[in-house]
């Protein structure tokens, strides 16, 4: 389900989507992974767009999938359609791109590059190359994005530090939110978030939930998140919601989910929606 901004209630203008993923027809835009985890769903960047218009977000980033891997293709078309001032995009690269694909990628609108370390997606980089590929595009103005669980969280972060570049952490690290607040992983969590260039996404608290809709176990996540790094929190819908049952995520609840974390605070909203993004992306 799209949602509407009814809903979610009206979005500031400005609004930004930070995660979405995009899908095109497999005989153009074939996947690439060697073992994808999902079939591509039927999810263009026109269906994208649509549900954007009815939540009210004027603003979006589209990061690459993962059944894609490496091959870009499908978000360069997209780019190609789309006004600048609207959509930035987040690559996967690996230890061999070579700078002109790089700068090519800059040219389009691509931002940031996508690093995880969750095993279970097969894409996990060495901590070397990892350190070499950051320290590339850190030097071209990019932010890295790190997806990390709490199994991986201990031994990543420390390697985070070692970095310049800002780090955006994916999905507040997937916290298993039935261990509650007072867990040690949301305790180490607070602590990497600390570090000036570190910011944090307030995003999938439906998938770490226990409980189920309304998702009332994410709310005191997010909110201490938010709290930590007012200024370096962001977030987005993650649709199309690969892996859950099609049509079963309603996003506008996901923005009323969001504004939870924010105790119903306007000027939080726009700060996590509006302002923040546009440092990080550069609108």
């Given at each position: 389900?799209?949602?509407?901004?009814?809903?979610?209630?009206?979005?500031?203008?400005?609004?930004c989507?930070?995660?979405i993923h995009i899908f095109g027809d497999d005989a153009r835009f074939p996947p690439r992974h060697r073992n994808p985890l999902y079939p591509t769903p039927a999810a263009t960047i026109d269906d994208a767009q649509a549900m954007h218009a009815a939540l009210g977000v004027e603003r979006f980033c589209i990061v690459q999938a993962t059944?894609?891997?490496?091959?870009?293709?499908?978000?360069f078309d997209a780019l190609s359609r789309l006004p600048r001032d609207r959509v930035r995009a987040v690559a996967v690269i690996e230890e061999d791109v070579t700078d002109p694909a790089?700068?090519?990628?800059?040219?389009?609108?691509f931002r940031g590059a996508r690093f995880n370390f969750q095993k279970k997606f097969g894409l996990v980089p060495s901590f070397d190359a990892f350190h070499k590929m950051v320290a590339r595009i850190h030097a071209m103005g990019w932010f890295a994005k790190v997806f990390v669980g709490p199994a991986e969280l201990p031994e990543v972060a420390p390697e985070l530090v070692k970095t310049p570049a800002t780090i955006v952490l994916d999905h507040m690290c997937r916290l298993d939110f039935g261990l509650g607040v007072e867990q040690p992983m949301l305790k180490h969590l607070l602590e990497v978030m600390k570090r000036e260039q570190t910011w944090?996404?307030?995003?999938?608290g439906h998938r770490s939930s226990v409980q189920g809709p309304p998702w009332d176990d994410a709310a005191p996540f997010g909110r201490a998140l938010f709290r930590a790094a007012p200024d370096r929190c962001i977030?987005?819908?993650?649709w199309p919601h690969v892996m859950q049952p099609v049509g079963s995520i309603d996003d506008g609840a996901l923005v009323g989910l969001l504004r939870r974390y924010l105790d119903q605070?306007?000027?939080?909203?726009?700060?996590?929606?509006?302002?923040?993004?546009?440092?990080?992306f550069g609108f």
């Amino acid at each position: 389900m799209n949602g509407d901004s009814t809903a979610a209630g009206a979005l500031p203008a400005g609004a930004c989507d930070c995660q979405i993923h995009i899908f095109g027809d497999d005989a153009r835009f074939p996947p690439r992974h060697r073992n994808p985890l999902y079939p591509t769903p039927a999810a263009t960047i026109d269906d994208a767009q649509a549900m954007h218009a009815a939540l009210g977000v004027e603003r979006f980033c589209i990061v690459q999938a993962t059944v894609y891997h490496t091959d870009h293709s499908l978000i360069f078309d997209a780019l190609s359609r789309l006004p600048r001032d609207r959509v930035r995009a987040v690559a996967v690269i690996e230890e061999d791109v070579t700078d002109p694909a790089l700068q090519r990628m800059h040219d389009a609108g691509f931002r940031g590059a996508r690093f995880n370390f969750q095993k279970k997606f097969g894409l996990v980089p060495s901590f070397d190359a990892f350190h070499k590929m950051v320290a590339r595009i850190h030097a071209m103005g990019w932010f890295a994005k790190v997806f990390v669980g709490p199994a991986e969280l201990p031994e990543v972060a420390p390697e985070l530090v070692k970095t310049p570049a800002t780090i955006v952490l994916d999905h507040m690290c997937r916290l298993d939110f039935g261990l509650g607040v007072e867990q040690p992983m949301l305790k180490h969590l607070l602590e990497v978030m600390k570090r000036e260039q570190t910011w944090v996404m307030l995003s999938n608290g439906h998938r770490s939930s226990v409980q189920g809709p309304p998702w009332d176990d994410a709310a005191p996540f997010g909110r201490a998140l938010f709290r930590a790094a007012p200024d370096r929190c962001i977030w987005g819908t993650d649709w199309p919601h690969v892996m859950q049952p099609v049509g079963s995520i309603d996003d506008g609840a996901l923005v009323g989910l969001l504004r939870r974390y924010l105790d119903q605070d306007e000027a939080a909203l726009k700060k996590v929606l509006v302002d923040n993004p546009a440092r990080l992306f550069g609108f």
